[in-house]
């Protein structure tokens, strides 16, 4: 290796240049910062990579391995050599517990030299070799042991479990359920012949690991630790004192702390133990790095990951997550239990509707599992239950009726329903689902946006609306279909620790509309349609020429309201809608627009035009498009479930009497 690079990380080891026969180690004078969590690969450039290459060079020399290459100009070389060599990248591959192979994938000029006619002729090729060595870990170390090298194949690498460059394991939805599978055949076997909840104080007893318990500082918001080597936490006495205690490797900390009810106490243990079960060699990585740079005067950056942008903690985080419930609910007898459940309710209540019918299911399944009922939701969609889609959503800190849509619309990463929180935020964001919903032709109705037309909405006596039983049994012909994306915090990885915060289900990110079916607004019933635009005509060709307190008196007229009516479908009282009628000099409101608005059940295009007279104009921002969003899909609401909305996103209901209310 002629040259140093600064892949080769702080730390790298080099002949000594007075006595060349021996290595020493150097700090690398191209890097300049240290990365708070180190890569394996770049250790091994560092610490192997000269060596790894100079073995290269004598195995082609001594004629011990192929060149593979041939050239045109040198057909029989005499002398074969190594001009330069580099580490194009290194591979690295589980292979069970203690052992894991580097694959070092090697990019080689090599020289070729021949005697033609009394002359050298020379020439040079390029070739990629495959140079595997096997880490196996020891007490106290580790051994490394060259296991071949040969001209590089695609199809020639490792079997067992991918790793990354900084050791976690690279697991796609098969690859987790085999993981979960395989842990609990070395430590849980008997979860195997029977459903049975796991007990993760007995997993982590079987793994050898340590429980205990620590009262963690109120700002770190943890549940619980993985800790791997010798280190210390902070903790909080009773008397709010801060104290340093010492932990050991194989420990899980529980945050005594933390308020966990017993579930949650059961799914740390258990959710600590695959930490440790699967990112062991992360730990054991991370610990040669951190000996590596300790001492170096170099400034520690946090951040530069290549894997998709996110640290390795991430992965690590959410591989633990997606773990789980795998350990907890193993697919093979989760699906035996699902189905003696099944059988079981519908035994006892043979003539209940299959949507209820489910949700039991549902319930009875995460208490048998002791998990939540979202948790036991999500496992039977994963084994292929796909009719629980749509049982069960919870959106807007409630429940929403069961609903079922065509097989095979949903995608995986696919939702009818969304908060009005976030659909506020696409409302604002997004061109195209704000045109569909200002068309005036959906109203949000549990949780999702449905075509405005009463085979699909009706209203109780109550004045609240819901969803036909048609509409919830197809809701993609009539409701609007959203992708969502999922955000969880980035964990932290500290003195040999991994860290559970609290934060472990699904949030949901930026969402796309889909337009598809009878979501488009052209699909509406053309007799609903067509009678609803000829009556907006109408209304906007009477109040064209009024100022608003004389539009309003119409409206109010139009929808046969009288001021006490409309003081109780709008929340604004008696004498302030006089005002508003009678006194031009009065200032009316945003709010005020959107509460009258929605207590007269006006469309859009009508409430547009009476904001319009008010010389008011809403603008991109939160609490406007929450506005914009009421007036366009939320018009046929009442008025206390538009109230409710606005105080659960933290925004001020639309009138002072919606406050005391």
């Known amino acids: 290796m002629k040259h140093l690079t600064n892949e080769m990380g702080p730390i790298v080891q080099m002949p000594n240049p007075y006595i060349p026969w021996e290595t020493e180690e150097y700090r690398n004078p191209l890097t300049t910062q240290v990365a708070q969590v180190g890569s394996f690969a770049e250790y091994c450039r560092?610490?192997?990579?000269?060596?790894?290459?100079?073995?290269?060079?004598?195995?082609?020399?001594?004629?011990?391995?192929?060149?593979?290459?041939?050239?045109?100009?040198v057909l029989s070389p005499s002398v074969v050599f190594l001009e330069n060599a580099d580490i194009l990248r290194i591979d690295f591959t589980r292979i069970d517990r203690h052992r894991f192979c580097a694959d070092a994938i090697i990019v080689a000029d090599i020289g070729l030299l021949q005697h033609i006619g009394g002359e050298m002729v020379r020439d040079c090729v390029t070739q990629w070799y495959r140079n595997r060595f096997v880490f196996e870990i020891l007490p106290g170390g580790y051994n490394l042991e060259e296991e071949s090298c040969r001209v590089y194949c695609r199809?020639?690498?490792?079997?067992?479990?991918?790793?990354?460059?900084?050791?976690?394991?690279?697991?796609d939805e098969e690859a987790l359920e085999t993981e979960a599978e395989d842990m609990l055949r070395l430590y849980y076997p008997e979860a195997f012949l029977q459903p049975m909840p796991v007990d993760g104080k007995l997993l982590a007893k079987r793994m050898g690991l340590t429980i205990a318990e620590a009262a963690f500082p109120p700002e770190q918001q943890l549940m619980g630790q993985a800790v791997f080597q010798d280190g210390s936490?902070?903790?909080?006495?009773?008397?709010?004192?801060?104290?340093?205690?010492?932990?050991?490797?194989n420990t899980i900390l529980l945050n005594s702390a933390g308020g966990m009810n017993a579930q949650q106490r059961n799914d740390t243990m258990i959710h600590e133990c695959i930490h440790h079960y699967e990112h062991d060699l992360f730990a054991w990585g991370q610990s040669l790095y951190s000996r590596d740079i300790y001492g170096i005067d170099l400034?520690?950056?946090?951040?530069?990951?290549?894997?998709?942008?996110?640290?390795?903690?991430?992965?690590?985080e959410t591989q633990a997550r997606a773990m789980t419930y795998r350990v907890k609910m193993n697919r093979l007898q989760t699906d035996r239990k699902i189905r003696e459940l099944s059988d079981e309710l519908l035994a006892r209540y043979p003539s209940t509707e299959y949507g209820r019918h489910?949700?039991?299911?549902?319930q009875h399944l995460a208490v048998f599992y002791r998990t939540s009922k979202q948790c036991a939701r999500k496992r039977m969609l994963e084994l292929g239950y796909d009719s629980v889609r749509g049982v069960l959503d919870y959106v807007n800190g409630e429940y929403m009726p069961a609903y079922f849509s065509t097989?095979?619309?949903?995608?995986?990463?696919?939702?009818?329903?969304?908060?009005?929180?976030?659909?506020?935020?696409?409302?604002?964001?997004?061109?195209?689902?704000?045109?569909?919903?200002?068309?005036?032709?959906?109203?949000?109705?549990?949780?999702?946006?449905?075509?405005?037309?009463?085979?699909?909405?009706?209203?109780?006596?109550?004045?609240?609306?819901?969803?036909?039983?048609?509409?919830?049994?197809?809701?993609?012909?009539?409701?609007?279909l959203f992708e969502y994306s999922s955000e969880h915090s980035d964990p932290r990885y500290a003195d040999g620790r991994l860290n559970?915060?609290?934060?472990?289900?699904?949030?949901?990110?930026?969402?796309?509309?889909?337009?598809?079916?009878?979501?488009?607004?052209?699909?509406?019933?053309?007799?609903?349609?067509?009678?609803?635009?000829?009556?907006?005509?109408?209304?906007?060709?009477?109040?064209?020429?009024?100022?608003?307190?004389?539009?309003?008196?119409?409206?109010?007229?139009?929808?046969?309201?009288?001021?006490?009516?409309?003081?109780?479908a709008s929340q604004i009282s008696v004498r302030t809608i006089s005002r508003l009628r009678n006194d031009r000099e009065y200032a009316v409101s945003y709010s005020q627009i959107v509460a009258l608005s929605v207590g007269l059940h006006l469309p859009p295009a009508i409430s547009s035009e009476l904001m319009e007279k008010a010389g008011l104009?809403?603008?991109?921002?939160?609490?406007?498009?929450?506005?914009?969003?009421?007036?366009?899909?939320?018009?046929?609401?009442?008025?206390?479930?538009?109230?409710?909305?606005?105080?659960?996103?933290?925004?001020?209901?639309?009138?002072?009497?919606?406050?005391?209310?």
């Open 46 to 73: 560092g610490h192997f990579g000269w060596e790894w290459i100079e073995g290269i060079r004598e195995k082609l020399a001594e004629g011990l391995l192929p060149v593979g290459k041939t050239s045109r100009v």
């Open 233 to 249: 936490v902070e903790t909080v006495d009773a008397d709010g004192n801060r104290h340093f205690c010492k932990v050991r490797p």
């Open 299 to 316: 400034p520690v950056i946090e951040g530069a990951f290549t894997l998709e942008g996110q640290s390795p903690m991430y992965w690590a």
């Open 358 to 362: 489910i949700e039991r299911v549902i």
């Open 407 to 480: 097989p095979g619309v949903m995608d995986w990463n696919q939702t009818f329903t969304i908060s009005v929180k976030d659909a506020v935020a696409e409302y604002g964001r997004n061109g195209r689902f704000r045109e569909l919903v200002s068309s005036g032709c959906y109203v949000y109705v549990e949780g999702k946006f449905c075509i405005n037309k009463p085979a699909c909405v009706r209203r109780k006596a109550s004045g609240k609306l819901y969803l036909t039983k048609a509409a919830r049994e197809a809701v993609d012909r009539c409701c609007l």
């Open 617 to 661: 104009r809403l603008r991109n921002t939160t609490t406007h498009n929450a506005y914009g969003m009421i007036l366009c899909a939320f018009f046929m609401a009442d008025i206390l479930t538009v109230n409710a909305y606005l105080i659960a996103m933290g925004m001020e209901p639309l009138t002072q009497m919606g406050k005391v209310s």
């Open 500 to 568: 559970r915060e609290p934060q472990v289900t699904e949030v949901r990110g930026q969402k796309f509309v889909i337009p598809q079916n009878a979501a488009e607004p052209g699909l509406c019933s053309p007799e609903d349609f067509i009678r609803e635009a000829a009556w907006i005509t109408s209304v906007r060709t009477q109040i064209g020429g009024m100022d608003f307190g004389d539009a309003l008196a119409f409206l109010m007229k139009e929808r046969k309201m009288t001021s006490e009516r409309l003081e109780e």
């Open 155 to 171: 199809d020639d690498s490792a079997s067992g479990v991918p790793l990354t460059e900084y050791l976690i394991p690279i697991l």
